[in-house]
């Protein structure tokens, strides 16, 4: 069995690491167990090993995974070159495909507020979905909470942009299928010998069922009562070193 691990509320809690996390991820390295981590977190791999390595989990850059380089994958296998990107710089730097504002073959929407990008931005993606420039994101989240205040996320313009057009715009984070086949395919195996572990069952497990893998629902983190009833396996984060021994 191969695995696919979250990031946030699985491994970590904030910058520490949950229960038996460390211990885990050290006997899957024992045991010569491949996994990937899986993120919907648009933060560059460097970073999210620095947050790991603080915690006492050292894993190669080449086992993160997030939305971006999912993006990057979809772009090489429909041989895009070219990409319009609304991001931040630490976003943008991250794009494999060469990045071109006038005449670019996709659009990928990561993130409008830390740039404070606003309707240029808006205008010139609707001008390029009319001229039927395919248009990826990594979130179609509306808004996210900070100190208890909701804040406009990507996915409200998402929405506005796809009311607009009457166009789909694809989503390349959890719980696409088009992002768990891209964590599939780093672990050089098939769906049905990966098993997914996460505590988020609307991204995690929900894309797990739908890209064929196992799915193993952390109680913790975004885990809600009642998740279970929604799942096939039941898993509490003290059992994560069960799931080795049943390796
Ligand atoms: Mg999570």
């Known amino acids: 069995m191969k695995y696919i691990i979250d990031l946030d509320g699985t491994l970590l809690d904030g910058e520490k690491a949950n229960l038996d996390a460390v211990d885990f991820i050290a006997s899957l390295q024992k045991k010569g167990a491949e996994f990937v981590i899986m993120t919907n977190s648009v933060k560059s791999p460097h970073l999210i090993r620095k947050r790991l390595n603080n915690v006492g989990i050292k894993v190669e850059l080449s086992q993160i995974i997030n939305p971006i380089i999912a993006m990057n ?41 830390k740039d404070a990008l606003g309707y240029k931005e808006l205008q010139k993606t609707f001008e390029l979905m009319i001229r039927n420039v395919p248009v990826i ?15 406009l996320d990507t996915g409200s313009f998402v929405s506005l942009l796809e009311s607009a057009t009457d166009q789909r715009i694809e989503v390349l984070g959890k719980p696409s299928l088009s992002y768990f086949k891209s964590a599939v395919d780093l672990l050089n195996t098939t769906e049905d010998k990966v098993t997914v572990i996460g505590d988020d069952w609307s991204t995690d497990i929900l894309g797990a069922n739908q890209a064929g893998c196992h799915g193993v629902l952390l109680k913790s983190g975004k885990y809600k009562k009642g998740d279970e009833e929604k799942t096939i396996v039941k898993q509490s984060v003290a059992c994560l070193m069960d799931i080795i021994k049943e390796t």
């Open 137 to 151: 994101t990594a979130s179609k989240s509306k808004f996210y909470l900070r100190n208890g205040d909701k804040f």
């Open 73 to 113: 994958i979809y772009g090489k296998r429909q041989n895009y070159s070219k990409a319009y990107v609304l991001g931040s710089k630490l976003e943008k730097e991250q794009v494999s495909l060469e990045l071109d504002d006038l005449n670019p073959d996709l659009v990928m929407l990561l993130d409008f507020e």
